[in-house]
């Protein structure tokens, strides 16, 4: 989920954690499960600051090894190193299962998006995304909020975060329902269809797909259980040219590769050099696939520039290359 999302799930399960005795009995452990839990809700998520080093150093390790089940067990006691010199009268039984709740939520709920995460590891290096919910759902966030209100109003935490959850365990239910139903659909459209990604849009009824056959790529989208193949495309394995070779040692177009589990690809040759795209066909945009990988290569296969990362026009793909014009 996004950072905003898992702050204020950080601050409901705070207020969740109300309902246990040993967290109210005690006003140094009801501050410090508070403040944990919402540090809780957001350390895994720590790596965000590859970001700064580089788009493809970002998506290789983004929710990687930070989501990790060493990670899981690990981030609880480092909060707990940090926190408890501050409240050595808190429960620190108490204080460390419910940090520990809210760095497996973190974890747990963003397996439920298209993007997902390495939660396996070190068992299996394979990306769980479930495709159900939205990176950011306003439904999520909204009654999260909502929850706040009537809390910071009154009501009692415990319950009232309680009857939150209760209503988001079934809204999660309903999506998950919507989804099989457009699977279904697109089956019956598609009947040699070999592998279906669907992926949640910010409103409820329309999903993202793309779909492929032995023969062809499908993107398309889906409204309530209609569904609507927008484009097709013939699909051509990646040959094993010099070129491609070259380009796959890139670090971005790596990158790209190692995330993206349905693409396209073009080879274009100009006088002095080679440009080779990636094209991940998973998220269309009004027209336009907005996350690619470019490396463009010297006559000698020596790489000039690259990138990775999400452009919405091909003016700006050629500002973010920065070298050489189209």
């Known amino acids: ?77 480092v909060i707990l190193a940090v926190l ?92 998950y329902q919507a989804k099989k139903r457009v699977l279904l659909e697109v089956r019956s459209m598609i009947p040699d269809v070999k592998e279906i990604i669907v992926a949640p849009t910010m409103r409820f009824h329309q999903w993202r797909i793309a779909a492929m056959s032995e023969g062809f790529f499908y993107v398309g989208r889906a409204s309530k259980e209609k569904v609507e193949i927008l484009d097709q495309f013939k699909r051509v394995p990646v040959p094993q040219t010099p070129v491609i070779e070259a380009a796959k040692k890139d670090e971005n177009i790596a990158a790209f590769l190692s995330f993206s589990p349905v693409y396209r690809w073009e080879v274009d040759e100009y006088d002095h050099y080679y440009e080779v795209r990636f094209i991940d066909l998973r998220y269309r945009s009004n027209g336009h696939y907005p996350f690619v990988a470019v490396v463009q290569l010297d006559t000698n296969l020596k790489p000039i520039t690259s990138y990775t990362g999400w452009v919405y026009s091909e003016k700006k793909l050629r500002k973010k290359l920065g070298i050489l014009p189209s």
Do not use: C, E
């Not at 702050?7 to 005795?21: F, H, K, W």
């Not at 159900?132 to 809390?151: E, R, S």
């Open 1 to 77: 989920m996004d950072t905003g999302t898992h702050v204020v799930m950080g601050i409901a399960l705070g207020g969740l954690a109300t309902l246990d005795p040993a967290v109210t009995s005690n006003h140094a452990t009801t501050i410090s499960v508070l403040i944990a839990t919402i540090a809780g809700s957001q350390i895994p998520d720590i790596d965000t600051v590859l970001k700064l080093r580089n788009n493809a150093i970002y998506i290789r390790n983004h929710r990687g090894i930070t989501h990790s089940v060493p990670a899981v067990v690990l981030w609880p006691l």
């Open 84 to 175: 408890y010199p501050f409240f050595p009268n808190a429960n620190l039984l108490h204080l460390w299962a419910w940090t520990f709740a809210a760095v497996f939520i973190h974890v747990f709920v963003d397996i439920f998006n298209a993007y997902g995460t390495q939660a396996l590891r070190p068992f299996s290096a394979k990306w769980v995304a479930l495709g159900v919910i939205n990176t950011f759902d306003p439904f999520i966030f909204g009654i999260h909020v909502l929850a706040i209100f009537i809390w910071a109003v009154g009501a009692h935490a415990g319950y009232t975060f309680l009857a939150m959850f209760l209503v988001i365990i079934a809204y999660y239910f309903k999506r």
